[in-house]
């Protein structure tokens, strides 16, 4: 059980990250519902949360600006005083051959999926490092373990996050902080709902399973990483993919 944690899971407000947000819920964890898009859907996630009587609130935050999500935290850290766990979960795709993608299609991927995860760390290093104890859980992608063709921006910023967790993995070790990536393969959401139909049928036609996954089949392995039955397993990637990257 995640009772008296804190968890702050980014881009909560639908797909994975909601999912994620109601497990660790449903587990215990008070929960920050962090959104950038729609108040409403983030709103709504909190509130089923406390009607199935967990706690959480949901508070904007666009992960990409560096002063704003120092601004975040520092709003969660005086009203919660810790935050135990922390998914790095907010994502955007910009999907196109290398040879259209615009500059600023590349970059917005990267700051909000590789630059955000970064700022959230950044923020939170003191708060970790002085309560010697904590588990970051990035939300990385096959994409960024075996490359996607048309997702070039989305690919570098995924295995980005992978040498990123196995860094930050690395400096905090011996502080009781463990780092870890989740790989997801093909996962049903309004994520892969809007990918290039080519895109689709690259990634389909490589899942041993034959189908794609479920939110829950991700939110499940977040919650293992959260909780105690994962410290002793640090700086790992782990794909949760139907046997994508067997
Ligand atoms: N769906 C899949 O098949 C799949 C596969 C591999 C990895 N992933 C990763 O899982 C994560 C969740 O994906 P999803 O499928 O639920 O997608 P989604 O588009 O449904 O959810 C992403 C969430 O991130 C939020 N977000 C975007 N930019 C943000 C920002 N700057 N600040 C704060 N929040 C922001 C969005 O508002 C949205 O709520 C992403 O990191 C994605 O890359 C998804």
């Known amino acids: 059980m995640l009772t008296g ?29 962090n959104y950038n898009g729609s108040k409403e ?3 709504a996630v909190a ?33 919660y005083k810790k935050v135990d766990i922390l998914v790095n979960n907010a994502g955007v795709t910009r999907d196109n051959l290398i040879m259209r993608m615009t500059e600023e299609d590349y970059d917005t991927v990267l700051d909000t999926n590789l630059k955000g995860a970064f700022h959230m760390i950044r923020h939170l290093s003191r708060s970790f490092i002085k309560q010697r104890g904590g ?24 295995a980005g996050l992978i040498g990123l967790t196995k860094s930050v993995a690395r400096e905090f070790a011996s502080r009781g902080v463990n780092v870890n990536a989740v790989a997801p ?11 290039t139909e080519d895109a689709k ?27 105690d039955g994962s410290d002793y397993i640090t700086g790992q990637v782990i794909c949760v993919d139907g046997g994508m990257c067997i």
């Not at 639908?14 to 929960?31: D, P, Y």
């Not at 399973?209 to 479920?214: D, L």
């Open 185 to 195: 393969g093909f996962i049903d959401t309004d994520m892969t709902k809007n990918m």
């Open 47 to 79: 509130a089923e949360i406390v009607q199935k009587g967990g706690s959480a609130e949901a508070i904007q935050c666009n992960v990409s600006d560096f002063a704003a999500s120092e601004a975040f935290v520092k709003q969660v850290l005086d009203k």
């Open 201 to 227: 049928k690259t990634l389909s036609s490589m899942i041993p399973m034959g189908k794609m996954g479920s939110t829950k089949n991700i939110a499940d392995l977040v919650l293992f990483l959260a909780g």
């Open 135 to 158: 588990k970051i859980i990035n939300i990385s992608s096959v994409s960024g373990v075996l490359g996607n063709a048309g997702q070039a921006n989305y690919s570098a910023s995924k």
């Open 5 to 33: 944690k804190i968890a702050l899971v980014t881009g909560a407000g639908r797909g994975i990250g909601r999912e994620i947000a109601l497990v660790l819920a449903a587990n215990g964890a008070t929960v920050i519902v």
């Open 41 to 43: 859907s983030a709103e």
